[in-house]
């Protein structure tokens, strides 16, 4: 895409330098290339250790591939933007076309990955008013927050010089819309999984370990993703003369990519962990049809309480197994 006409020598020597401007942009996108190497290990590993059910599986083909395309659409904007008209703000006068396609990207990886966390919530199956309503606002939240975003991608076609100098407030208002809502939306679902989770309750000392561990997992990856969507809404709205909201948006989407798939790999470490002792964890592909919820039934040693499906506490088929209880998990 070719730039606008020029910004005005006097502006530029008024406003920030070269180096002020383009630095922070040059280390996030650093930081996007390791994160996105990172990612293509996790997509690695897990396609050699598991094989869940084709739909997990395709999703997560999906979250591979559109990730690797959106790094590439980075690359090329950090070419254009920083290469041909090197020390020129020329170029901000206009936003590429490819990089109005990558923030599409992130809109529909963000999305992806609530609505596979929303999945996972269900397949716990917590009874009751309240999970119903937190799985459905989740739902609602992050359909307004991708509604937004698709806003916003909308506007960066129509206008393509009011984005980067003299921001469209138009813009402005559904990309706060859509980081808003996004970050909303992740607070609750990882509020919503550590009330389901600490619900089921054993009184297996080592079967709640287990659900610890899975709610550690849980909030680790709440923070990081609602910590990377406030900082993007600051950094968006407090800095609208840097691009310092540029760096942090480009990594968004690696750090959704990367916790969607570090939780599809931490059932390694999980039975790892538990494999040993009187209960043991072991990986299974058996699906067992009858389903139990923990903490409704009691029984004694020796009895099975019940056979838990295979997505229950967001941890695809795990088998927990003691001297008194069989759950897939």
């Known amino acids: 895409m070719s730039a606008t006409a020029p910004v005005p020598a006097a502006a530029a020597a008024a406003g920030p330098s070269y180096a002020q401007i383009f630095g922070p942009v040059f280390w996030g996108f650093c930081v996007a290339l390791i994160l996105c190497g990172v990612t293509a290990l996790q997509g690695y590993l897990y396609f050699t250790r598991y094989n869940d059910k084709l739909g997990v599986r395709l999703v997560a083909s999906m979250m591979l591939f559109l990730d690797f395309l959106s790094m590439a659409l980075i690359c090329q904007s950090m070419y254009y933007y920083m290469l041909p008209h090197f020390g020129s703000f020329a170029p901000l006068n206009a936003v590429t076309s490819e990089l109005s396609i990558e923030c599409l990207i992130s809109a529909v990886i963000t999305f992806t990955s609530q609505m596979y966390f929303v999945y996972q919530l269900h397949m716990v199956k917590s009874p009751g ?9 989740v739902v609602v939240l992050g359909i307004v927050g991708l509604a937004g975003a698709t806003g916003c991608v909308g506007m960066m076609f129509a206008v393509p010089g009011n984005i980067f100098m003299h921001r469209n407030r138009t813009f402005a208002i559904l990309a706060g819309v859509a980081k808003g809502f996004g970050a909303a939306a992740d607070i609750i679902a990882t509020v919503a999984m550590c009330l389901f989770l600490n619900s089921a309750k054993t009184g297996i000392t080592r079967t709640s370990s287990l659900l610890r561990s899975l709610m550690h997992l849980v909030i680790n990856r709440g923070i990081l993703v609602t910590a990377a969507q406030i900082l993007l809404l600051i950094t968006f709205f407090a800095t609208s003369g840097h691009l310092y909201w540029l760096a942090v948006h480009i990594n ?38 009858r389903r139990f919820a923990f903490g409704k039934q009691t029984a004694s040693a020796g009895e099975k309480l019940g056979d838990l499906d295979a997505g229950d506490y967001a941890l695809n088929e795990i088998r927990v197994t003691t001297s008194s209880t069989v759950a897939e998990i």
């Open 129 to 137: 008013v309240t999970a119903t309503v937190m799985k459905a606002l």
């Open 252 to 289: 968004t989407t690696k750090l959704y990519v990367n916790t969607f798939f570090g939780m599809l790999n931490a059932r390694s470490a999980l039975q790892d962990r538990y494999a040993s002792g009187p209960m043991s964890v072991t990986a299974s592909s058996t699906l067992n049809s």
